[in-house]
């Protein structure tokens, strides 16, 4: 069964500072993951991923990911954080077996301190 | 450019009664996906479609029903609706079923409350 595991429920962290959203994931195969923002009353909006190359993929927002096999870990990062930053942040993964099934974590809740 | 379109917003129902939850796409999306979320829970996904007529159970289907007679609507039922149903449902869609499955559009959500 695919599991994915956010071991913070919440990050803080002053504007300005470097932020890192932790992940792990466990799947069988290869795995495809992404990383979802939502901001408060809305939807999931959808940040990056990774599916195959290159172990750091950059997304939307100045956001970017770094992909660890050997630790089955899709670290979030950002290098400079902004107070709009906050919000609640999802990871996900699903097997690139064909299987539509995304499983997400549990969120972890970012806040970014003026 | 409405992309997923859920109605209602909000809802509250007494036990027992029944409702439906729209949700439809204007991207032309052949895979739909209904998921809800509980605090502190992540999202669970419900049940979802690869295309018009196809329908499969996620993880969390007991309670639920749903169809899809058009590539647009994909409404999620509740027939007998109970107290551990109160939740925010959302619906979303992907282009496709390849790397892209992942890459979903959401809709801004339906919060039901069950008393």
């Known amino acids: 069964a695919q599991s994915v595991a956010q071991p913070e429920d919440q990050v803080n962290v002053a504007e300005g500072n470097p932020l890192t959203v932790k992940c792990t994931y466990s799947v069988s195969g290869n795995p495809y993951l992404f990383w979802y923002v939502q901001y408060p009353n809305r939807g999931l909006q959808f940040l990056l991923k990774y599916i195959t190359g290159d172990n750091l993929v950059k997304g939307s927002y100045g956001f970017e990911a770094e992909f660890n096999k050997s630790q089955t870990s899709f670290h979030l990062k950002k290098p400079s954080a902004l107070v709009s930053d906050s919000a609640l942040y999802f990871c996900?993964?699903?097997?690139?077996?064909?299987?539509?099934?995304?499983?997400f974590g549990k969120g972890t809740k970012l806040s970014v301190i003026p | 450019n409405a992309g997923v379109t859920q109605t209602p917003k909000f809802r509250i129902l007494k036990i027992g009664q029944s409702m439906t939850l729209q949700c439809t796409q204007d991207m032309n999306h052949n895979y739909m996906y209904w998921y809800r979320q509980d605090p502190g829970m992540g999202l669970k996904l419900i049940y979802y479609?690869?295309?018009?007529?196809?329908?499969d159970k996620g993880e969390v289907p007991n309670g639920y029903n749903v169809s899809r007679s058009t590539t647009e609507d994909f409404p999620l039922r509740l027939e007998l609706a109970a107290p551990s149903q109160t939740s925010v449902y959302f619906c979303a869609s992907s282009s496709s079923g390849g790397p892209l499955a992942g890459e979903l559009f959401f809709g801004e959500g339906s919060r039901l409350t069950v008393l």
């Open positions: 479609s690869v295309g018009a007529g196809i329908t």
């Open positions: 996900a993964a699903r097997s690139g077996a064909g299987s539509y099934q995304l499983t």
